[in-house]
């Protein structure tokens, strides 16, 4: 078996004794690379009737992608949701786009890659019981999977996404509370628009090196690396909308 195939199920066997969604980051992030996966995350999707709001838990989509995606309503027509509820096997968003092809979902799919910047991507589904559909995404810019390595993947997504939810109910058991000042919070509410530094400066009349110091609080607060992170934890949590 090829090295990068046998690093993914190294993880998937050992993913339990990670102890936090930094750490889950840094060990998947080198194992998907070979396979030309850029941007991964879990998503979370109901049956149609169902009450609860679609999500996403964690990873390294922009949650500028998250909100856009969200505000405008690509939930209802997109292919890769709609073979959600056809299947519990691991597909492409081409093999989606294929069997659910209509106008609505082809201008989802082509403002995913214009604002992505993926060529395709990946989609393991995991059907829970209370009509959840958990999924791990992953996604580059060229990907050409065999059979072989959509098995292996469909693995590693699975333990990926089941280990990930376990780290963030623990994450959320212990912060019973807001760790953020407001200030931090204006600043993450800007990053989520896709603003920088500069622009969050301008915005709150502070300075750059301001409006990065706060980001950088937050994040060492939420416990993550990346700014992206930190603000769909707070838009996930109800602290920016």
């Known amino acids: 078996m090829r090295p990068e195939l046998l690093r993914a199920l190294e993880l998937a066997q050992s993913i339990d004794k990670i102890a936090s969604l930094k750490s889950l980051d840094r060990e998947i992030e080198p194992v998907l690379e070979p396979f030309g996966i850029r941007r991964y995350g ?24 998250v909100k856009h995606y ?26 989606a786009r294929k069997r659910f092809s209509t106008k609505e979902g082809e201008a989802v799919m082509h403002d995913c890659l214009d604002f992505t910047g993926s060529g395709d991507g990946v989609v393991i589904p995991i059907h829970d019981v209370d009509g959840a559909i958990h999924t791990a995404l992953f996604s580059g810019e060229q990907l050409d999977v065999s059979p072989e390595e959509m098995r292996v993947l469909h693995l590693l997504g699975y333990y990926y996404v089941l280990r990930g939810q376990e780290l963030v109910s623990d994450r959320l058991r212990r912060q019973d509370s807001n760790p953020l000042t407001p200030r931090q919070i204006e600043c993450l509410k800007w990053v989520s628009e896709g603003k920088t530094d500069e622009d969050i400066g301008d915005i709150l009349s502070i300075s750059a090196r301001t409006a990065h110091n706060h980001i ?9 690396t990346k700014r992206s992170q930190a603000a769909f934890m707070a838009y996930k949590r109800g602290w920016i909308s």
């Open 216 to 224: 950088e609080m937050a994040k060492h607060s939420l416990g993550v």
């Open 70 to 95: 969200t505000r405008s309503g690509h939930v209802q027509h997109d292919p890769a949701v709609r073979m959600l509820f056809e299947t519990t096997r691991p597909y492409t968003w081409t093999e």
């Open 42 to 65: 879990a998503h979370r999707v109901f049956e149609p009737g169902h009450q609860a709001r679609p999500g996403l838990f964690f990873g390294n989509i922009d949650p500028a992608w």
